[in-house]
């Protein structure tokens, strides 16, 4: 096989965890006092920014800074301890499991690792919360599922700077032309591309409307026997199953192509 990894994005990827993300920032908001309270429209607005504590700052900075500043400080100091409390209550709505993975995740994974690929993580959250999310999904610890994590907390430039992703490659041992990523968004996208890895892409009901433009493929999900995935864009059959097999001719069919048609277009 061509292909020697899958490296996975989590939010949006594994799992619609946007929505409970959104309500933890504004059930914490309404603890602090603040009069904050993220819609649909605005919170898919504010996804441009990636990171939990860099959304809050841009919001604190550019929407409302006179209250940001009577209640987080001057210098918006508490918004670490604000975002720690937020990812602290986002971790207990996970583990109720009540957000299951999307449909293919395990099945991919599992496969994956059946035909001896490597299997990773690149995500700007923080590693606690992917942990949460795969035990209450899983069953067993990220660690058993995973062979490496490249997660928000261990790089200074978040999606779409390509650290995450060249950080995962690192940890895997696996170089980037023999990976595909599994990404939601175009911010993800753009992260894997510039890292040089090839991406597939199952929006998420907040980026289905993005600009995917270089995905090698778009599809609905990752499909299961009795559910299968609808074709969006790019190389698939009009719906079916991803597969290793699937990827590893993909891959082959792509050739190491260059990645992107044009320059990387940033959000902000
Ligand atoms: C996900 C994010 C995250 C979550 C919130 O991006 O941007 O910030 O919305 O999580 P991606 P934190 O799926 O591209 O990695 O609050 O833990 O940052
Ligand atoms: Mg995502």
Redesign the pocket.
């Known amino acids: 096989m061509a292909l020697k990894a899958i490296i996975f ?5 594994l799992a619609e965890t ?1 929505e409970a ?1 959104r309500m933890a920032f504004n059930e914490e908001f309404a603890t602090w006092g603040l009069p904050w309270q993220w819609d649909r429209d605005l919170y898919k607005e504010l ?1 441009a920014i ?4 860099e ?1 809050i700052r841009h919001y604190a900075e550019n929407y409302d800074a006179p209250k940001a500043r009577e209640v987080l400080g001057d210098q918006l100091e508490k918004i670490t301890e604000l ?1 720690k409390a ?2 602290q209550r986002y971790m207990r709505m996970i583990a109720e499991g009540n957000v299951p993975l999307r449909p293919g995740v395990a099945r991919l994974i599992e496969e994956a690792k059946t035909a001896g690929l490597k299997v990773g993580v690149a ?4 590693t606690p ?1 992917v942990e949460v999310l795969i035990q209450a999904t899983l069953g067993k610890p990220a660690s058993e599922v995973f062979d490496a994590m490249a997660c ?1 907390e261990e790089v200074s430039a978040k ?1 779409p700077a390509p650290d995450l992703y060249t950080l995962a490659l690192e940890k895997l041992g696996v170089p980037h032309d023999e990976a595909v990523a599994v990404e ?2 175009r ?2 996208l753009m992260s894997a591309l510039r890292a040089g890895v090839p991406v597939i892409i199952t929006p998420s009901s907040y980026t289905a409307d993005e600009d995917l433009t270089d995905a090698l493929s778009v599809i609905s999900h990752l499909g299961e026997p009795d559910q299968p995935y609808e074709h969006i864009a790019g190389f698939g059959f009009a719906s079916g199953m991803i597969t290793p097999a699937l990827l590893d001719r993909w891959i082959e069919g792509w050739g190491g192509r260059p990645l992107m048609k044009e320059p990387p277009r940033l959000h902000s």
């Open positions: 994005d989590v939010d949006g990827t946007e993300h996804l990636t990171g939990g504590r959304r975002h937020k990812s995500t700007t959250t923080s919360n928000g999606k939601d968004s911010n993800g």
